[in-house]
């Protein structure tokens, strides 16, 4: 089978790798991809939004299934074009309809779905520009830290919490009339504030049968102890250590069927990953957010732990036939390490050699911001590399990337090195 799969991150390299293990998949094309899926499929300078030249190559090469790694296309709706179109309506795409692509596209949506199909979440109400002052007033009624949300994508960044109530009410005003996150803030929901661990649920489904994948924790500030400004991710454990038989039992009676039951109740066609962003407030699991595909950096420890057939698993969804296929997961941790750019989440220099890669042994290396330029491995992006580990804990796997990542090197490379540390 000939796979095109859309993306350039580290959780494309990490799908490309394990799709790659597949008998299944005999060519594999990655749009536009990057120096790590460079060296293991065949990359195509083609951007993942751009639909009419999408279909052109897909025609041309005789794709025979499309795998959507980020979320802009799939809230541009890509999973519809190929649907409506009679060239390419065969074509199974892994990733949502439009419509469910909403749950990540707009905050308001996912916040209405949560609360229509009686599934925990923070309390919310959300305001636009011409009632900002009633947002302010909203804001008096709630109790410190403040949570403000962009309505639409803002690239993982749009999420402020502050303690101060002058200061939310001044964030929400620029926000909202300042366009701060650009069309992305043209609304805003607040949220109650919630107290507990962070946890994310990765589900597999076909609308109506699903898998539920292993869970992660990312850690998405920047600096050591979750200080400083919120990243796309700087490193990300699974199992998570505290999610218990007990924790998960909640999770997929109070979660992840209702929500399952919600898409089908709904009429959203659905076919592909659930993440969930959860918090674990004193034992009881409460949805902060869903995204509609798998989150980056856990795509790296997630998809290492599987020991099933990835491709497999994508036939089935796009069979129906989800049910039928069994999901043998590896019982070791994993852990992977972010190795991003001086400056990152700020301005930051890109060009820049990366050189050691090879003589890492005993780790998997996931490029994320990297390109070839005549050989060379350089820098491309904030988020640069990914360093992946098995361990019996997540202690023995951590200590095994922190290992790896002493024979890596680039100029300002930066990583957090207490990933980890609240568990």
Known sequence: MTILLLGSGGREHAFAWKMLQSAHCTKLFVAPGNAGTASIAHNVALNPSDFESLKVFVLAEKVEMLVVGPEDPLVKGIFDFFLNDSLLKDIPVIGPSKVGAQLEGSKEFAKEFLVKHNIPTAAYDSFTKETVEEGCLFLETLQAPYVLKADGLAAG????I??????????????????????????????????????????????????????????????????GLNTGGMGAVSP?????????????????????????????????????????????????????RMGDPETEVVIPRLKSDLVELFMAVANESLDQVSLEIDSRSATTIVLVSGGYPEDFEKGKEITGIDSVTDSLVFHA?????????????????????????FESAIKKSYQNIEKLNFDRMYFRKDIGFDL
Do not use: W
């Not at 060379?376 to 904030?382: D, E, F, T, V």
């Open 157 to 160: 960044k749009g999420v402020l």
């Open 240 to 292: 998570v250590p505290f999610a218990d038989a007990i924790l998960m039992e909640k999770i997929e009676s109070r979660i992840v069927k209702p929500t399952i039951a919600g898409l089908q109740k709904d009429g959203i066609i659905y076919k592909g990953f659930v993440f969930i962003g959860l918090i674990n407030v004193k034992g009881e699991p409460i949805v902060i957010e869903y995204n509609v």
């Open 162 to 227: 502050l303690q101060n109530l002058a200061e939310a009410k001044e964030e929400l005003r620029n926000m909202l009339v300042h366009e701060k996150f650009g069309s992305a803030s043209s609304k805003v929901v607040i949220e109650e504030f919630l107290d507990g661990i962070e946890l994310s649920c990765f589900v597999l489904t076909d609308g109506k049968n699903y898998k539920i994948l292993p869970t992660a924790k990312d850690y998405k500030r920047i600096g050591e102890g979750d200080t």
């Open 369 to 393: 911001g990297t390109t070839l330029d005549q050989g060379k491995i350089l820098s491309n992006g904030g988020r640069v590399l990914t360093v992946t580990s098995f361990g019996e804990d």
